[in-house]
T-cell receptor, first 116, second 110 residues
Framework: NAGVMQNPRHLVRRRGQEARLRCSPM?????VYWYRQLPEEGLKFMVY????????ESGMPKERFSAEFPKEGPSILRIQQVVRGDSAAYFC??????????????FGPGTRLTVL | GQSLEQPSEVTAVEGAIVQINCTYQ??????LSWYQQHDGGAPTFLSY????GLEETGRFSSFLSRSDSYGYLLLQELQMKDSASYFC???????????FGKGTRLHILP
């Protein structure tokens, strides 16, 4: 059973370009979460999605950032017109439709975005 | 606001015991989790406390006191491979987002 998959693992963009980060949850998981981590910092919640629905986007910047989790295919975190401050590691996590006893989230390996 | 406070760094000796404390201030608190993250790696789940008291999983134990808004992670028989960052994380509601602390970097001396 493959774990959470994210691609690309490393992404380099120039200021003003768009970044698209993909996340395929674990098989059977329907809940997807995106987090951002700056160096030497904790993970900051960005958005929580279920298939075709955004459940909580309270951590998403108001502009340039968007997320989706279509009926088919991976979840996408999209950053338009990237700036240097967007450089960070972006982690995706997934959980099953019915929370287990430990309410555990399973994390992918992350995408490290560098904006030049 | 919602915040979790934990020490930024802790140093311990191989074979010893170390405790990492976490205090939280959140609304809609459901439970407290602990995650481990090695440099360059992904966070991995260690333990969860939904109820007050101690949960033991091998060398790791975790404790929660809701009345004190406080928890801790206890690591016993420390091994060099335990050198990592440890994050306490508050689950806001079942199936909902997790609010992470800034992490405690654990250094282990031989």
């Amino acid at each position: 059973n493959a774990g959470v998959m994210q691609n690309p693992r490393h992404l380099v963009r120039r200021r003003g370009q768009e970044a698209r980060l993909r996340c395929s949850p674990m098989k059977g998981h329907s809940h997807v979460y995106w987090y951002r981590q700056l160096p030497e910092e904790g993970l900051k919640f960005m958005v929580y999605l279920q298939k075709e629905n955004i459940i909580d986007e309270s951590g998403m910047p108001k502009e340039r950032f968007s997320a989706e989790f279509p009926k088919e295919g991976p979840s996408i975190l999209r950053i338009q017109q990237v700036v240097r401050g967007d450089s960070a590691a972006y982690f995706c996590a997934s959980s099953p439709p019915v929370a287990g006893a430990y309410n555990e989230q399973f994390f992918g390996p992350g995408t490290r975005l560098t904006v030049l | 606001g919602q915040s979790l406070e934990q020490p930024s760094e802790v140093t311990a000796v191989e074979g010893a015991i170390v405790q990492i404390n976490c205090t939280y201030q959140t609304s809609g608190f459901y439970g407290l989790s602990w995650y481990q993250q090695h440099d360059g790696g992904a966070p991995t789940f260690l333990s969860y406390n939904g109820l007050d008291g101690l949960e033991e999983t091998g060398r790791f134990s975790s404790f929660l006191s809701r009345s004190d808004s406080y928890g801790y992670l206890l690591l016993q028989e420390l091994q060099m491979k335990d050198s990592a960052s440890y994050f306490c994380a508050a689950l806001m509601n079942r199936d909902d987002k997790i609010i992470f602390g800034k992490g405690t970097r654990l250094h282990i001396l031989p």
